[in-house]
């Protein structure tokens, strides 16, 4: 049996319980066994991490130990798939670059704010897990991130709709979901889910669906042993 661990907590304003709740029963009913802790420690057995096939960071803002952060790196880069939404996965640590490296990217505006109304744009043909999937609106925060070029981005958003200082810049496509690797293991993320509400939309659901699945499965297709050339971060007080 596969097994997950989703671990929640950060800002309260993003319903991280509820979504957590979520998820456990999306990937309960995918068969995994899930384990689910509201306490950051959950990242501090290292060699446990190593024993999972997904890892569900649901956390928004705080602040994390470095050893914890390497903890979540060296199991992903060993083959442990790491997949999360909105600002529990992509705004967890704002201090921490390297999260934000492994992630693949960082909030820093939703312009307009929650209730803005939006397309996700699906990039035909560019992944199996968005075949078959249409685009679809939403009424929600509209997630303007730093992006990193490696992603494969598979659905993106037109900015902008709501007017500000980056308005005069023209129109650009925002990443809304996007796949990178970190090692040997597999990055999902998808920029949706302000609230509990937004992730029980079918379509996101879907979306959330395949993402856990493509991302745990990697585990069976990664090398064994230790990953040569691991990367173990390079937190400021490692300048």
């Known amino acids: 049996m596969r097994k997950a ?7 309260d304003g993003h319903q991280p319980k ?11 009913r995918e068969g995994f066994s899930v384990e689910v802790s509201d306490k950051l420690d959950a990242f501090s ?25 390497n ?3 060296a199991a992903v880069q060993s083959g442990v798939g790491l997949a999360g939404c909105h600002g529990g996965m992509c705004d967890a640590f704002r201090e921490n670059t390297d999260w934000q490296f492994m ?4 909030w820093i505006a939703h312009p307009g704010n929650d209730g803005t109304e939006y397309t996700v744009n699906i990039k035909a ?14 009424s929600t925060e509209q997630y303007y991130l730093h992006v990193d070029p490696a992603n494969e981005v598979l659905a993106t958003t037109r900015f902008p709709l709501a007017q500000g200082p980056h308005s005069p810049n023209g129109a650009v496509d925002m990443p809304v ?14 920029s949706l889910g302000h609230q ?44």
Do not use: H
Request: glycine share 14%; proline share 3%; aromatic share 10%.
């Open 125 to 138: 043909g560019s992944s199996p897990l968005v075949e078959g999937i249409e685009d679809f609106t939403v």
């Open 177 to 190: 979901v996007w796949t990178k690797r970190w090692g040997s293991g597999r990055v999902y993320y998808n």
């Open 5 to 11: 661990l989703i671990v929640w907590g950060g800002w």
């Open 103 to 106: 992630t693949g990217g960082q």
């Open 71 to 73: 903890n979540v790196s």
């Open 196 to 239: 509990a509400n937004i992730m029980e939309i079918p379509i996101v659901k879907e979306l959330m669906r395949r993402g856990f699945n493509w991302c745990a499965d990697g585990k069976a297709l990664a090398p064994k042993g230790e990953v040569q050339g691991a990367y173990t971060g390079m937190a400021d007080n490692q300048l």
């Open 18 to 28: 509820e979504v957590a709740e979520i998820f456990r029963g999306q990937l309960e």
């Open 45 to 69: 057995d290292g060699e446990k991490l190593k024993t999972l096939d997904l890892i569900v960071p649901v956390w928004t803002m705080g602040r994390i130990e470095q050893e914890w952060v």
